[in-house]
């Protein structure tokens, strides 16, 4: 019964969310249960809030939080600091990367590694560099970018590609994708999407964030929804992706209306 | 943000430095006053001359004084001197800071100075010569007469010039002949050990037609909680063709008051990178030149200050464009913790006929604390045609976007702005070009960054 009721809180939870940035309402009562082992897509028009979603719940402070809940794990996620959000298993991969100058790709990556070991645990170089190469490989990255500066000078493909390789690095169990296709050719599609299939697991939730069917022929989903003016107005299997492709966005805004 | 512009020299905060303005000015007396006692021995008759017109020329000029436009924005309650003596290290100091002097792994010549005194020299393997300057005379007296202090202090610091060419009898010479390239850096270490003590380092490398050398210079006191006073002078001379790679690492310690005189002259297609590293001192005064003297001449100009509490960083640069097609690249860099202030004037000067020069000069300031104050003055003054210089004078803190991507991968905001600042710092010494001295370099810099966020 115990274990049951373990394995029930083994997702990342949302409940009945509401957030703001600068007075304005963003996210209107989202609902939305991502368990381990699946994956869901989200997908809605500019300015449904998708992006305010994934921000909400990596923590950033531009983002006020005014009802609702998250949790993961049966932890409330929303009172904990960003850097904590992380820590505990969170991952969101940036729409738009943030470029670090003179921070190295290789120290940076480290830098949140050691942050995840106990004080006074050192992480180990040698075996740092085994699995980072590893990882870049996979991703096909040139090993080059372990000296680079963080996204800096990077094309959409290379910065997208290492968003992956920081999630593959940290392994974190629940992944938020935000617009993770944008920006990207279908060359560089193809390897993100691998590098997001190969992370796939029963101990992993999956978060897809996007505006276009078109990441779903690649990472394909389990449930996907509709996000409409802050809330979850429809939900089903990656058929409804294949629909609203075809019949656009304005589909589920009329049948919404129809409804109202 | 740019803060100031070449027409319109600004500060952050001018009513400050009005207020600090008043209250008079420092000196330098107490031993300086009295004559240095000189073992004149076999030395030429133009070096004893020049170091005695130089003490007069001291004892002549004024201090430094706030109307002085190329004082301005110092703070000159820090420019009293007045409780400096010359220190005599003993024989455990000495062995003590030999055994202290740790640098890079590999170096063609090895040369230890303690309060101005070589103690120790392992000199010229791979056929460069690294001699103490005095000894150095008598063999190279003519190269050494052209260049010793000529040109120096510049920018305002001639009264600290004079007082370095007359105390200094004491310095390095680094000479690398025609075509060759020395394999490894020579690197020299000055100690200032007591209370009150002071050091002149003075370091004069020359390089022959196509010649290369790097050199690594490394400032340090024996104890952080010594007063002490440093006037240094480096003179690098690039002939035709040759390369210089000179980085001077300042970690004197927190209560040190320095002067650093750089001067640089580059011959034709001959290239030098200049780097200082400012990672100590209570107030630090830095002048540096470059004198592009011939066609194909280029310059890199990089500095790199990390400042807290109520440190001065003052730097003034001039890059001087002699001749067409002519090269400089300067990039200064300052991380302000604390109260700390930082100064830059610059200057590009491109001479009448000096066309299709290429002149930069950024400097960028990193403002990590509400209580830090950046002043910069770039300028230009161009008289030739086909030209491209600019400047740009940046004063910015970190960006929160930044800070928040560190903070999405669990890294604390601590961690992430200490992490943020250490690039800022280091990201011009990937201009230099060599592995060893990055590293080195890096790690110093990590280090001034733990000390001074700890």
Known sequence: ?260 | MIDALAEAPGSMDSETEESRAIGGFGSISSAFETKPEWENGNLPEWFTKAREEAWNEFLRLPMPGRKDESWRFANVKLHDFSSFQAFEADADQIEELIERSHGLAESSARVIFVNGRMVKIDAGSDGVVCLPLVDALAEYGAVIENHFMNRQGQLGGRKFAALHAARSDSGVFVYVSKGVEVAHPVEVFHWVVGDNATAFPHTLVVTEQNASVSVVEHFQSANDDEAGFAVGAVKLVANTGSRINYVGSQRWGSKVKAVNLALTEVGRDASVTGCIAQLGSAWCRSEAVSHLNGPGANSDMISVAIANGDQEIDQRTLQHHAQPSTTSNLLYKNALYGRSRSIFAGLIQVDQGAHQTDAYQPCRNLLLSDEVEANSMPGLEINADGVKCSHGSTSSQIDDDEIFYFVARGITPRIARKLIAIGFSTEPIQRLKNEAIEELLVAQIGQRFEDVTQ
Not at chain 1, 8 to 20: C, F, G, N, S, T
Not at chain 1, 147 to 175: D, H, T, W
Not at chain 1, 208 to 235: A, C, F, K, W
Request: charged share 25%.
């Open chain 1, 1 to 260: 019964m115990e274990a049951q009721t373990q394995s029930q809180q083994m997702k990342l939870e949302i409940k009945d969310l509401h957030a703001r940035i600068d007075g304005q309402e963003i996210l209107k009562g989202l609902s939305l249960d991502i368990p381990k082992g699946e994956v869901h897509a989200i997908m809605g028009p500019n300015g449904s809030g998708k992006s305010t979603l994934s921000k909400v719940l990596a923590g950033h402070d531009d983002y006020e939080v005014t009802g609702g809940e998250v949790l993961m794990d049966g932890v409330n996620l929303l009172e904990m600091p960003a850097d904590e959000r992380s820590r505990a298993g969170l991952f969101m991969a940036f729409q738009y990367p943030v470029e670090i100058p003179g921070v190295s790709n290789a120290n940076f990556i480290r830098a949140a590694l050691q942050a995840r070991l106990p004080n006074g645990e050192e992480l180990d170089a040698v075996d740092f560099y085994k699995a980072l190469y590893a990882k870049m490989d996979e991703l096909e990255i040139d090993r080059k970018f372990t000296a680079r500066s963080v996204n800096e000078g990077y094309s959409g493909g290379e910065k997208k590609r290492n968003e992956i390789l920081q999630m593959a690095m940290l392994e974190p169990f629940y992944c938020v994708l935000d617009e993770t296709d944008s920006g990207l050719d279908i060359d560089a599609l193809k390897i993100v999407a691998k590098g997001v299939n190969a992370m796939r697991s029963p101990y992993r939730g999956f978060l897809v964030i996007t505006h276009y069917q078109r990441l779903l022929d690649y990472i394909e989903p389990d449930h996907v929804h509709v996000m409409v003016n802050g809330r979850i107005v429809r939900s089903g299997g990656k058929g409804l992706a294949l629909e609203l492709e075809e019949k656009g966005y304005d589909w589920v805004r009329d049948e919404l209306a129809v409804t109202a």
